[in-house]
């Protein structure tokens, strides 16, 4: 009985031992592919994709307009070290539709200043900062600083920041308010009526790897050959 | 035949929004489907306040008029907007340069900028409505040609006041004085006011105007705006508080009485109040609260109404709003009703806007039918300052079972 009893001991100990290898092994595998994946994040540009900004104009008598465009481009890729992202969002100012083409007209030519020099013709946040946010998960409600160039003006803005894991990549939604006379844009005046100097800007996009994009890209490209 | 019945339906309008005693005088004397049609064929009230330009992100009467309550003159901008983006021809003439305080010249001002600058900031504007009614009615139809409206309409706004008023001819048949209508046209002035707002949006005005109330569409003959009494002459006199705070706008009136029952009809003059809240959600969805306490008078009865609203444009060219009321009191006998009307509105081209109105009011009583109506509106602005109408009612009295339809062409032209 002892005999038996003694086999059994040594045979459970081949397979503890066995098993604390196998568990190592497995434990450094994950680390090291985790570890590596982190790295890939920390280095991959994330691309803006499906990408909306809208902007709220609110009128001195009361109520509102909205100036909206999809033409948001631009890369971001993750700092190792915190959440913060290198690159930029670049808006094409020259499609923003107000929904009437004469303010279309007065907001791209009086205001905005489009043709006047180089640049003028986008907005662009750079340098993005992420606060209140894991620095290994940044998902969640926390807030973003940045640094707003618009109108030949470089000035640092900052608001709310939403993110939101959706499928290979994140679907981020912020806000910011932008004063005209930063920017030393004229508040806008036309026959009595006018917008007042402080605007609500809110930029939400889908945050894809660049290669997610890439893939995309290819499948559209392809899904419209097909339609042709 | 059409006189006669021009004057039954007078009578009978009157007897409607004056409560029981009149309605008497109505049952004896005019026939059933009479009833089902009344508020179709008298005068509207000066220009239209268009509710369907919420899918052009205009949420507030003040962008294009004068008036808090929308309706009547319009602005410098409103006029801009009528000429360079509401009508059809108007889509690539020259617009005043950008940052533009007035614009005296040009197809969108008075007279067609003939006047130019002459005016100094005084700002004119002439209504003219010339109409075409044809009535169906079970075994029979009637048809009258007549000018809706004929008014000279002016304002002056400098360093956040406003001095409003407008003079013209109340066609005949149409008029009421102490309880009788005129069979010729009369004098009026359906508004005449001064206002005052800071930059900081509070603002008042005292004067003759229509209390705001839940949406002013531009037919009024819509349910909520006859039943409720928001129709022509409904006007009061008093003072109007209202505080543009963000997104929301609150206003409140103080009234002593209509302004018709002032002038006319002291027996009718009676205390009244109203208060209307909006809440513009986004650019292009309002949220709307209302309600009106009228006080009794000699000869009706204590009333009021409470309702909310709600208008959504889900595209560019399309506008839904619809409005629902509980009119507490509709007469002696304690009536209640409830008023709901829907309005879709769609651009269907430059300058070519259709309509679609479903309406409802309850039965509310002996003498108070349910009514349903469907209306359908085709409206034109081929050119700055015109707009050609055309609309079609469909309307059953349920408890009478009487079904009318009636045909209205209407040129407006607001020069």
Excluded at chain 2, 167 to 188: H, K, Q, W, Y
Aim: with cysteine; hydrophobic share 40%; charged share 20%.
């Amino acid at each position: 009985m002892t005999f038996l009893l003694l086999r059994a001991t040594e045979a459970q100990r081949h397979r503890a031992k066995k098993f604390l290898l196998c568990a190592s092994v497995s434990l450094w595998l994950v680390s090291a592919i985790a570890g590596f994946a982190l790295v890939a994040a920390a280095g991959t540009p994330w691309l803006p994709t499906q990408g909306r900004v809208r902007v709220t104009c609110p009128l001195t008598i009361g109520g509102s307009f909205e100036a909206k465009t999809t033409a948001l481009r631009g890369s971001l890729t993750a700092s190792a070290s915190h959440p913060s992202y290198d690159g930029s969002l670049v808006v094409d100012l020259r499609t923003i539709d107000t929904g009437i083409r004469l303010r279309n007209d007065h907001l791209r030519e009086k205001y905005l200043e489009v043709d006047k020099a180089p640049g003028y013709d986008t907005a662009t946040l750079s340098e993005i900062d992420l606060k209140g946010l894991s620095p290994d998960a940044p998902k969640g409600k926390g807030t973003f600083s940045g640094s707003f160039m618009l109108h030949g003006t470089r000035k640092t803005v900052g608001g709310p920041v939403e993110i939101r894991e959706a499928g290979a990549g994140f679907l981020v939604k912020a806000s910011f308010p932008v004063n005209l006379s930063d920017y030393n844009i004229p508040v806008p005046r036309y026959l009595g009526l006018g917008v007042k100097n402080t605007v609500q800007v809110e930029v939400t996009f889908l945050a894809a790897p660049e290669q997610a994009s890439q893939l995309r890209s290819l499948r559209f490209v392809g899904q419209a050959t097909a339609t042709r | 035949m059409i006189a006669t019945t021009h004057n039954s339906l007078s009578r009978a309008t009157e007897a409607r929004r004056h409560g029981a005693r009149s309605l008497t005088i109505l049952r004896d004397s005019v026939s059933p489907w009479l009833v089902a049609v009344i508020g179709v064929l008298l005068p509207i009230s000066t220009a239209s306040a268009e509710p369907m330009f919420l899918a052009k992100q205009y949420t507030r009467c003040t962008a294009c008029h004068y008036s808090p309550t929308g309706g009547g003159l319009l602005t410098p901008y409103g006029r801009l907007l009528s000429h360079r983006e509401l009508s059809t021809g108007g889509g690539t003439a020259t617009a005043p340069a950008a940052g533009e305080e007035d614009a005296p010249r040009g197809e969108q001002a008075f007279l067609y900028g003939a006047l130019g600058s002459a005016l100094g900031p005084v700002h004119l504007g002439v209504e003219l409505r010339p109409s075409h009614l044809r009535i169906g009615f079970p075994g029979g139809s009637a048809s009258k040609d007549f000018v809706m409206n004929a008014d000279l309409i002016a304002a002056v706004q400098k360093k956040g006041w406003t001095a409003y008023g407008s003079v013209g001819r109340e066609p005949a048949n149409s008029a009421i004085r102490e309880g009788r209508t005129l069979p010729d046209a009369a004098f009026i002035s359906y508004e005449h006011w001064i206002g005052y707002e800071t930059e900081d949006g509070l603002g008042f005005r005292a004067g003759r105007f229509l209390p705001a109330y839940g949406i002013r569409f531009s037919d009024h003959s819509a349910y909520s705006r006859t039943y409720l009494d928001l129709d022509r002459n409904d006007q009061v006199y008093g003072v109007e508080v209202s505080d543009t705070m963000g997104p929301s706008l609150l206003q409140v009136m103080l009234s002593p009485g209509k302004a018709e029952a002032v002038l006319h009809d002291n027996r009718r003059r009676g205390f009244s109040t109203a208060g209307r809240w909006q809440l513009d959600v986004t650019p292009r969805a309002t949220l709307v609260g209302s309600a009106f306490y009228r006080h009794a008078t000699d000869l009706d009865p204590k009333s009021g109404a409470v309702g909310g609203a709600f208008g959504f444009a889900p595209a560019t060219r399309v506008t839904i709003w619809t409005e629902a009321d509980a009119n507490v009191q509709v007469a002696a006998r304690g009536g209640r009703t409830w008023v709901v009307v829907n309005e879709t509105s769609v651009e269907a081209y430059r300058g070519l806007w259709l309509k679609f109105s479903p309406q409802l009011r309850t039965a509310g009583g002996p003498g108070f039918p349910e009514l349903r109506r469907l209306a359908f509106e085709v409206d034109f602005l081929p050119r700055t300052h015109w707009n050609l109408g055309l609309s079609y009612y469909h309307d059953h009295n349920q408890t009478f079972d009487v079904t009318t339809s009636t045909l209205l062409l209407q040129l407006h032209a607001y020069l």
